[in-house]
């Protein structure tokens, strides 16, 4: 059944697996308590769990689409890992659903994956572990189209650690109940620590009832599926492909919209700039279009300009 599968659906399987797995490393690194914090510029550390998450992450999906083309935060990674990071079983349960028309006869060719092993790295050294998620993207030439959030750090009802939600534009999503917002209010999850005073014109653009300042862009697409927020606003170019890929298609593949701060989506083919230089704006259950209209004129054409 696996091997008879479309790509798109072995790649999804891989990945929910390959998440799970790295989401054991970053736990395993804290626990161990040495953190191993390089500071890659202001506000972006890199620890040792994002270095090994990615290892695994990328040596893992290598080895079984090694026509696929990876991109992940940490840059170029050492493939040779040890047998207990090296993930090779597919989902089986995700491979028992038909896969959508439009991705049937999809390539390794034309496919991109863009990996942020470890999204919230800060929250991560400051102890905010909740807000961290590993991301899984895939790309379908332009589009993004399938993604993997995972928590390493949820606690399940029985205890367990570590919750795998994922989706797929076409076919829905899984690992979570998605419920809606509460109606008469508006509430805008955003940024910990990027703002600036534009950043702050577009939120203050908004009548909203409550702002929540959220780690990761995984956890705030989070609220938006979890019905805790309305919308996800960040007008600045602050974050990256990787931070965006997988966020973007679990929500629309729950009838949400991700875009940039005018309404256009992110193309995610391997020549893209890294760097989202118009910001982001997602919402589910709204009027996309309308919301970007509120942000002023200005401050769209101001976010972003070289």
């Given at each position: ?91 089986e349960s995700f491979l028992q659903q038909s896969c959508p028309a439009e991705w049937q006869d999809a390539r390794p060719e034309d496919f991109v994956v863009w990996v942020d092993p470890l999204d919230g ?186």
């Open positions: 059944m696996a091997t008879t599968a479309p790509v798109i659906m072995r790649l999804m399987a891989s990945s929910i697996n390959t998440a799970k797995r790295a989401g054991g490393i970053i736990r395993d690194v804290l626990k161990k308590g040495d953190l191993g914090i390089v500071d890659k510029g202001k506000n972006d550390p890199q620890t040792e769990a994002d270095r090994s998450a990615q290892r695994c992450i990328i040596a893992s999906l290598t080895n079984k689409f090694p026509k696929v083309k990876i991109i992940g935060e940490e840059g170029g990674s050492d493939l040779n890992v040890c047998d207990d990071w090296l993930v090779t079983e597919l989902d790295t800060a929250e991560y050294t400051q102890g905010f572990v909740e807000h961290v998620t590993v991301l899984i993207g895939i790309a379908v030439k332009d589009a993004a189209v399938g993604g993997i959030i995972h928590q390493p750090f949820y606690q399940q009802p029985d205890g367990e650690l570590g919750r795998t939600i994922w989706g797929l534009k076409g076919l829905g999503t899984g690992g979570f109940t998605a419920v809606p917002a509460p109606a008469g209010q508006f509430i805008i999850t955003t940024t910990r620590s990027h703002s600036n005073a534009l950043h702050q014109q577009a939120l203050n653009a908004y009548a909203s009832t409550e702002v929540l300042k959220v780690g990761g862009a995984g956890f705030k697409v989070l609220q938006l599926l979890e019905g805790k927020a309305h919308a996800y606003v960040f007008a600045t170019p602050g974050c990256k492909k990787w931070d965006t890929c997988a966020p973007e298609a679990v929500l629309e593949a729950q009838g949400g919209c991700l875009t940039n701060i005018n309404g256009e989506h992110y193309a995610y083919n391997a020549d893209v700039e890294h760097v989202n230089r118009k910001g982001v704006l997602a919402s589910l259950g709204q009027n996309h279009s309308d919301l970007v209209e509120k942000i002023p004129a200005e401050v769209r054409a101001a976010v972003g300009a070289k």
